[in-house]
């Protein structure tokens, strides 16, 4: 059977934990920061787990991680 291709804007975004949840990058903290406020800022800093419902997706794009 040929390997898969692992799709790359997906190796760039998400990563998997040794559990098996899925980190990434929160959305928000990019552009238009005057007028977030310096709570929601810090909280946009730290890394997110995804959805349970997303898992089975980000697996099909990541088939070795």
Known sequence: MPKLKTHSGA????KF????K???????A???LTKKSSKRLR???KLSNS????????????PYA
């Open 11 to 14: 190796k760039k975004r998400f």
């Open 43 to 45: 909280k946009l800093r």
């Open 17 to 20: 934990t040794s559990k098996g």
């Open 51 to 62: 959805v349970h419902r997303d898992k089975r997706l980000v697996k099909k794009l990541l």
């Open 30 to 32: 990019r552009h238009r």
């Open 22 to 28: 899925i980190k990434h990058k929160r959305v928000g």
